[in-house]
């Protein structure tokens, strides 16, 4: 019963830019962290971007300086703007969302993927 709908996938030339969206709905009564897992052909998922709720971000080398993450509270709702894509960076973007349900147990959801293409 919950749901995150992403968005924001597309196909881009090199050094181009996407803006990336996740939106929680459902049985959220609290969101710790959210954040950006991607996973290109061949490769296991790696984390992308991190944000936990004090606000410290964390990226994965590869994304520095190129890529940012935020988050809308009142929407909940996780954004990751990406710049200066690269090739390499084609994958399928996936959100996750940690947290707590209503009922208290935990919540680890995650979105159903979004395709990014960067060509070459």
């Known amino acids: 019963q919950v749901q995150l709908v992403e968005s924001g996938g597309g196909l881009v030339q090199p050094g181009g830019s996407l803006r990336l969206s996740c939106a929680a709905s459902?049985?959220?009564?609290?969101?710790?962290?959210m954040g950006w897992y991607r996973q290109a052909p061949g490769k296991e998922r790696e984390l992308v971007a991190w944000l936990p709720s004090n606000g410290n971000t964390n990226y994965a080398n590869s994304v520095k300086g190129r890529f940012t993450i935020s988050r809308d509270n009142a929407k909940n709702t996780v954004y990751l703007q990406m710049t200066n894509l690269k090739p390499e960076d084609t994958a399928v973007y996936y959100c996750n969302v940690k947290g707590a349900r209503y009922i208290g147990d935990r919540l680890d959801a995650w979105g159903q993927g979004t395709l990014v293409t960067v060509s070459s």
């Open positions: 459902g049985s959220i009564f609290r969101i710790n962290a």
